[in-house]
């Protein structure tokens, strides 16, 4: 089945300790990117990927890392956690060219609690 | 990147047309235009995308005018099933590509 995955689901944690949310695809996809929800902000970019090793940050890169090693994954990488990256986390991946770009496909999403 | 506006809510019942329009008035020449769904603690789904003029599919029809500084998602017949977020984003294939920016969504609620 032609899915993005994410682990964990659901993660708490304590202010500072490093944390890695993994992101991966099987369907062979160019482009991978990151997102947080929060109530009332809908969707924002944190980073995106056009392949490996090229990443790019999106609209609120501060306080993650990501990188790209491999085609299929894209972990995202929070150093020193704080409360305010409490949030809704999503990747989402897609082919890059032409109309298929405009469709990502996301994954399940995991909700992370930074105490 | 092309800003977005469209309403915060919308409510239906069940067997209506609802339709969501959204503004990007600084949408460039090779930019698309694509909407999203969103149900509650899940990833969004792709609904559909355009250009220009019509396009329909099975979930929805999306109308473009020529001037391409809105578009409205119909959708058809709603059900209960059909409460969620919606997103429209301006899809840019130059400028800033990779980017994408969803917005705050237009919560559609249906109700019997």
């Keep these: ?115 | 990147l092309a800003k977005t506006t469209q309403p915060i809510s919308m409510d239906s019942y069940e067997g209506q047309e609802v339709n969501i329009t959204c503004s990007h008035n600084n949408i460039a020449t090779n930019d698309y235009i694509t909407w999203y769904q969103q149900f509650p603690s899940q990833g969004p789904r792709f609904i559909i995308q355009g250009y220009k003029t019509k396009v329909t599919n099975e979930v929805a029809s999306l109308f473009i005018p020529a001037d391409r500084k809105s578009s409205t998602l119909s959708l058809p017949r709603v059900s209960l099933s059909d409460t969620a977020v919606y997103y429209c984003l301006v899809v840019m294939t130059t400028d800033s590509w990779g980017k994408l920016q969803f917005g705050a969504g237009t919560q559609v609620v249906v109700t019997p």
């Design chain 1, 1 to 115: 089945e032609a899915q993005v995955t994410q682990n964990p689901r659901y993660l708490i944690t304590v202010t500072g300790k490093k944390l890695t949310v993994t992101c991966s695809q099987n369907m062979n996809h160019e482009y991978m990117s990151w997102y947080r929800q929060d109530p009332g902000l809908g969707l924002r970019q944190i980073y995106y990927s056009m392949n490996v090793e090229v990443t790019d940050k999106g609209d609120v890169p501060e306080g993650y890392k990501v990188s790209r090693k491999e085609k299929r994954n894209f972990p995202l990488i929070l150093e020193s956690p704080s409360p305010n990256q409490t949030s809704l986390y999503f990747c989402a991946s897609s082919f890059l060219g032409g109309e298929s770009y405009n469709e990502q496909f996301f994954g399940p999403g995991t909700r992370l609690t930074v105490l």
